[in-house]
């Protein structure tokens, strides 16, 4: 990726016929070098901490890791495929699978919720009226508190007993009779995006609404005197505007809450109900459970070509719609 | 926009709804920190039986909370200030230099952000735990290991809206300067960097909550004298009954610096991203 070009750079100056201009020229202000000088540190970084792990990875994946050998990992014996079979294979097997057929269901809710709000918000607010400023910064402080926090609020909220929402359904409202368990079996699920949706929507509106404002608003106005209905606006004008502001937002999106972690983390802890055991959180029960790392990279793994193949189609579908000149 | 009274009235009540779908969690939070213990046990009361301040008092003891607070001020900030630092340099690289490799470089910097976490979090533990074995530089369990961290996970997002953000600051500026004998490091520090505070300011707090609201490589990669935040507030819940009143006290006390931050600084973050971003 690097170039290593510094090295011989000064004795090639030192060579040179030294007008002025050339004479004050160091190696480190050559055009050539310079890009390479720019980019360097954050190779350094994104080597030690994204890349050289990745491949670690991958290799990992194909060592018997386990407790006894995972400080002497030298010493790991060689075991191909054999953590890939062990995990598609049997209890273990079965439970992964569950695990994924939670994932994308909740990862395509949040991103689809999440991006509705978003743009009704994000359209909502385009025009100006009073107040617009203070319910733009309200709409945002979902998305400034950290994860955490957001998730530990959802969780105090559906508590059973102590929770505001079963008073407000049950007491409240007389909606339903007895209170039900929002932290338990499938109820989990749905609990888990309404927080997630919750925290990631001021994202999308805070993208679209950045989108916006790249239209420009003569297009609105010609339409308004051609009498179109905003539907035919937002259709024709706002949609096609955004479209690479969506592009990147719904990929993005979708891969961070395929990934995510914290929510299920901070309310389940390391022991979710199975219709909330994302993906990531479940790899990392099983590593760090049974400490068997052979495995748990390997499920890894696995997770990284799935999403990789999203996103290839994902990118090439969306390209060829970009060139039919949508 | 042009619109009908239809619309309009549509567009009402759905910010409306979207309102309180947003500010209802906040305004709990609020009220459950003003509530004596006794209230938050038992069923959920609109009304406090009496206002009090004492979870905000009560947190620092239940939980090391300061300890937790700095520790997550000194791993946020320094790894802001040095993915700022670098984002600064990759993207000026990017937007104004032909050089080989440089399509290859912005797309490995974005493609890390497809990498799920957990992939590199088991390789990344050993790394540490080897390097401090082998050369002594502690890497698990210390601050520099989760400001390295921390400071990548910020940098792709921050390389690419800088990019897009020096883009749209004219060339000729430069140009100028280097015709009177500015180098292009003169010019990055002095014409470049002060046109693009604005998207500097934006990537900067981005980077801040990233590291200040991460918790799943914190679950590994720190021991009790590192521990963050997002570990540590849960432990005002592991010691059985939890006082729910200090929890949302300590959540209002640890979101409060970034809230603010944030909201000050929003329009910054908008403009940034509308120069950056939406030409992805």
Redesign the interface.
């Known amino acids: 990726m690097t170039q290593a070009v510094k090295p011989q750079e000064p004795v090639e100056a030192a060579g040179e016929k030294r007008t002025p201009a050339a004479y004050r020229t160091r190696w480190w202000e050559r055009e050539g070098v310079i890009p390479y000088l720019l980019i360097a540190p954050a190779i350094l970084f994104e080597l030690l901490v994204h890349f050289i792990p990745m491949v670690a990875g991958v290799i990992m994946s194909l060592y018997g890791l386990t407790l006894f050998t995972l400080h002497h990992w030298a010493s790991a014996p060689f075991v191909g495929l054999g953590n890939f079979k062990l995990a598609v294979s049997g209890p273990i097997g079965s439970a992964l699978l569950q695990s994924f057929t939670v994932t994308l269901p909740y990862a395509v809710l949040v991103v689809g919720l999440s991006w509705v709000i978003g743009m009704l918000a994000a359209t909502g607010l385009s025009a100006e009226f009073r107040g617009r400023a203070v319910l733009r910064s309200a709409l945002l402080v979902p998305y400034a508190l950290p994860v955490y926090v957001g998730i530990i609020i959802w969780s105090f909220m559906l508590q059973r007993d102590t929770g505001v929402i079963n008073t407000v359904l049950v007491r409240d409202l007389h909606l339903v009779h007895s209170a039900p368990f929002w932290l338990l079996g499938t109820k989990a699920f749905w609990s888990m995006v309404a927080a997630a949706v919750w925290r990631w929507f001021p994202f999308a509106f805070i993208i679209l609404l950045a989108g916006l404002q790249n239209i420009p608003t003569e297009r609105y106005e010609a339409a308004a005197v051609d009498g179109s209905s905003s539907w035919r606006q937002f259709r024709s004008i706002t949609m096609p505007g955004l479209r690479s502001a969506n592009f990147v937002l719904v990929l993005v999106l979708f891969l961070w809450n395929f990934n995510d972690f914290t929510t299920p983390f901070v309310l389940f802890g390391s022991a979710p109900p199975s219709p909330a055991d994302l993906v990531t959180l479940h790899i990392y029960t099983v590593s760090f459970e049974s400490w068997n790392f052979g495995l748990g990279s390997a499920m890894s793994v696995m997770l990284m070509v799935f999403l990789m193949a999203v996103s290839a189609v994902y990118l090439r579908v969306l390209r060829r719609g970009g060139e039919s000149g949508v | 926009?042009?619109?009908?009274t239809a619309?309009r009235w549509f567009?009402r009540v759905?910010?409306a709804l979207?309102?309180l779908?947003?500010?209802f969690?906040?305004l709990?939070?609020l009220l459950?920190t003003i509530k004596p213990l006794k209230d938050?046990?038992?069923?959920?009361q609109w009304i406090p039986s009496h206002i009090t301040l004492a979870p905000y008092a009560e947190i620092w003891s239940t939980v090391p909370l300061l300890h937790y607070f700095v520790n997550s001020l000194i791993v946020s900030s320094s790894s802001t200030v040095v993915s700022v630092t670098?984002?600064v340099?990759?993207g000026?690289?990017?937007s104004?230099?032909q050089?080989?490799?440089?399509r290859?470089?912005s797309l490995?910097?974005l493609s890390?952000?497809?990498?799920?976490?957990?992939?590199?979090?088991?390789?990344?533990y050993?790394?540490y735990?080897?390097i401090g074995r082998s050369i002594g530089i502690s890497l698990y369990g210390s601050y520099l290991g989760l400001i390295?961290?921390y400071?990548?996970f910020a940098?792709p997002f921050a390389?690419w809206m800088l990019a897009g953000f020096f883009a749209t600051i004219p060339r000729e500026l430069e140009e100028a300067a280097m015709v009177d004998g500015t180098?292009?490091?003169g010019a990055l520090f002095r014409i470049v960097l002060p046109l693009a505070r604005p998207g500097i300011v934006a990537v900067a707090v981005f980077a801040f909550?990233t590291a200040?609201?991460?918790?799943?490589f914190a679950?590994?990669l720190t021991t009790q004298s590192t521990r963050t935040?997002?570990i540590g507030?849960?432990e005002y819940a592991t010691s059985g009954d939890t006082a729910?009143n200090q929890?949302?006290a300590a959540?209002v006390v640890?979101?409060a610096p970034?809230?603010v931050v944030?909201?000050a600084l929003?329009r910054h973050?908008?403009r940034g991203?509308?120069s950056g971003?939406?030409?992805?």
């Open positions: 926009m042009y619109e009908s619309a567009r759905t910010l979207i309102a779908f947003a500010l969690p906040l709990i939070i459950t938050v046990q038992n069923t959920f670098l984002a340099f990759a000026y690289a990017i104004r230099f050089f080989r490799g440089r290859l470089f490995a910097v890390t952000q497809m990498f799920p976490g957990i992939l590199f979090l088991l390789p990344l050993l790394i735990v080897n390295i961290t400071l990548t940098l390389v180098s292009h490091w909550m200040w609201g991460e918790v799943l679950s590994v935040l997002g507030l849960q729910w929890m949302m959540a640890v979101s970034v809230v944030f909201l929003q973050l908008i991203l509308t971003s939406v030409k992805g």
